[in-house]
């Protein structure tokens, strides 16, 4: 949810997400860090449009890159950040 809102700005992932994040801890009685962890990586891991982030409109010039190589490889690495965080967050942080 939060790499398609980033996608279109960066914003609305953050403004939307960390109050949710932060009531889904508190009503499940958990730690919210892992939720604000798992939010901030999601935000920045998400590389389907060259309009999320200034550094990936800085590379499309200069790499000849079009809008579909963002939507063809980046939607594969935010699965894959995705499935990492998903994994790899409650191992470090603990609920």
């Not at 901030?40 to 982030?53: D, E, G, K, R």
């Amino acid at each position: 949810m939060t790499s398609v809102w980033t996608s279109e700005r960066f914003e609305p992932g953050c403004a939307v997400g960390a109050p949710a994040a932060l009531q889904i801890a508190r009503e499940g009685h958990a730690d919210p860090k892992p939720f604000m962890v798992a939010l901030a990586i999601c935000i920045s891991t998400s590389f389907c449009t060259p309009v999320a982030h200034e550094t990936t409109m800085l590379v499309m010039g200069p790499g000849r890159y079009r809008f579909k190589h963002y939507l063809s490889i980046g939607s594969g690495m935010a699965v894959i950040a995705w499935l990492l965080t998903t994994f790899v967050t409650p191992l470090v942080w603990r609920f």
